[in-house]
Each structure stands twice: as structure tokens, then as C-alpha cells.
């Protein structure tokens, strides 16, 4: 089925420096997200973007927190400066974009962030 | 607002016996989407069930789950489980409000022999 890829699967970084995550989404896909799930809790949503867009984010995405996707490349989640909080792993995942929250969600497979 | 609850974190099941995993949900709004997705270790979460209109079942994979809207739940069930059943199970809602799918706890299938 349709693969959405997540690049690095693992990263370490000390905190307060700058992370980027990366995220290769279902090719014909027009809505993406990114959600984030601290071990042992749910998987929480932390935004979309959908035409070059933030559609919607919740409290979780804070000012430190920004994503992008540039010239249809990688869509990217950048924390700017990270702090230990920000441990967890992130799920990127991508919907076609026509049926808005109703449509199948396609997730990758995680990259797991560890913030010393 | 919305929320998914998830009441077992852990089920653990004989191979064979059925399997019944527990979903209910609060929405404010008529129009509730439900979904099962499953998630092996180490792989991507992906979409096992999606709900159709109330009172009706939907079926994948051995697996099936009845929207209703009167006692809020989508339980997700199969007559007999296997080994490879093993996984988490996430249930997740999403209405005509918002622009995502929330999602519960999760609910960790462990099948044994």
C-alpha cells in the first residue's frame, strides 16, 4: 500500500538546539500532519497543513514548533530550541485531502526523539 | 470536546478465544467518524476499520466493529483471535468540526498460544 517515510527513525539531541524532522509523504497526497505520542500515552495531534498551510494545530504545538514543506519536497517539523519535553515519538501522516478528518490516515513509521 | 476512551490498556487472550476491544466516544456533533487502526511494533499505524452509518457492521480482515450512535462505541471484535493478532490497537474519532482524527489510548492485544 501507499508508504509515507520518515527520516531519521532516531535522534538524539541536547537540549536547546535545533531539530528538523522529516517526512516524505503518499506521493498523490495533498493533507498532511504530524502528531506526537510521549512513551506509554496516546498519539495526540499536533498539526496539519494542507496548500502551503497550517490548517488547524492544538495547544501541544508550541512556538518553538514550526513545519513547512518547501517546493514539495519533505514535509518538515522543526523545534527551535528543543527542550527535554519534546522527547517522544512523532508521527508524520498524510490523506488524500478531499474527505478533510473523515479520510483513511496513512501514518510512517515514526521517528523517536530523545532531547538530553 | 471531543474524546476517545480506551478502557483497557492491556488484553491478553488465548489464541482461538474471541477478542473484544472496548471503544466509546463523546462528540457534541451528529456526524462522528470512527476508525481502528493497528500498529505493529516497529512498523506504521495503519487503518484496520472505518465506520459506516449507525447500526451498521464493517468488516476487514477477520476483524469487525458496529457504529452506535446511541451508546457511543465502536468495539472492535473477531470470532477468534490468532497469534498475529498482536498489536496496539488505537480507536480514533473525528466529526465535521474539525480537520483531524483524535485518538484514544490504545489498547495492546497480546494473543498467547
Known amino acids: 500500500g501507499p508508504k509515507v517515510l520518515q527520516i531519521p527513525s532516531h535522534q538524539i539531541i541536547d537540549m536547546g538546539q535545533m531539530v528538523t524532522l522529516n517526512c516524505d509523504p503518499v506521493?498523490?497526497?495533498?493533507?498532511f500532519y504530524w502528531y506526537k505520542q510521549i512513551l506509554g500515552q496516546q498519539m495526540e495531534f499536533l498539526v496539519n497543513?494542507?496548500?502551503?498551510?497550517?490548517?488547524?494545530k492544538s495547544k501541544l504545538f508550541k512556538d518553538q514548533f514550526s513545519v513547512e514543506r518547501p517546493d514539495g519536497s519533505y514535509f518538515t517539523l522543526k523545534i527551535q530550541p528543543t527542550a527535554l519535553e519534546d522527547s517522544a515519538v512523532y508521527f508524520c501522516?498524510?490523506?488524500?485531502?478531499?474527505?478533510?478528518?473523515?479520510?483513511?490516515?496513512?501514518f510512517g513509521s515514526g521517528t523517536r526523539l530523545t532531547v538530553l | 470536546g471531543d474524546s476517545v476512551t480506551q478502557t483497557e490498556g492491556l488484553v491478553t487472550l488465548t489464541e482461538g478465544l474471541p477478542v473484544m476491544l472496548n471503544c466509546t466516544y463523546q462528540t457534541i456533533y451528529s456526524n462522528a467518524f470512527l476508525f481502528w487502526y493497528v500498529h505493529y511494533l516497529n512498523e506504521s499505524p495503519w487503518l484496520l476499520l472505518r465506520?459506516?452509518?449507525?447500526?451498521k457492521r464493517t468488516e476487514h480482515q477477520g476483524f469487525h466493529a458496529t457504529l452506535h450512535k446511541s451508546s457511543s462505541s465502536f468495539h472492535l471484535q473477531k470470532s477468534s483471535a490468532q497469534l498475529s493478532d498482536s498489536a496496539l490497537y488505537y480507536c480514533?474519532?473525528?466529526?465535521?468540526?474539525?480537520?483531524?482524527?483524535?485518538f484514544g489510548t490504545g489498547t495492546k492485544l497480546q494473543v498467547v498460544p
Open positions: 480514533a474519532l473525528s466529526d465535521n468540526s474539525g480537520t483531524y482524527q483524535r
Open positions: 497543513f494542507y496548500n502551503g498551510k497550517v490548517m488547524e
Open positions: 465506520s459506516s452509518t449507525d447500526n
Open positions: 501522516a498524510s490523506s488524500t485531502g478531499t474527505g478533510m478528518s473523515a479520510e483513511t490516515l496513512y
Open positions: 506521493s498523490n497526497h495533498l493533507y
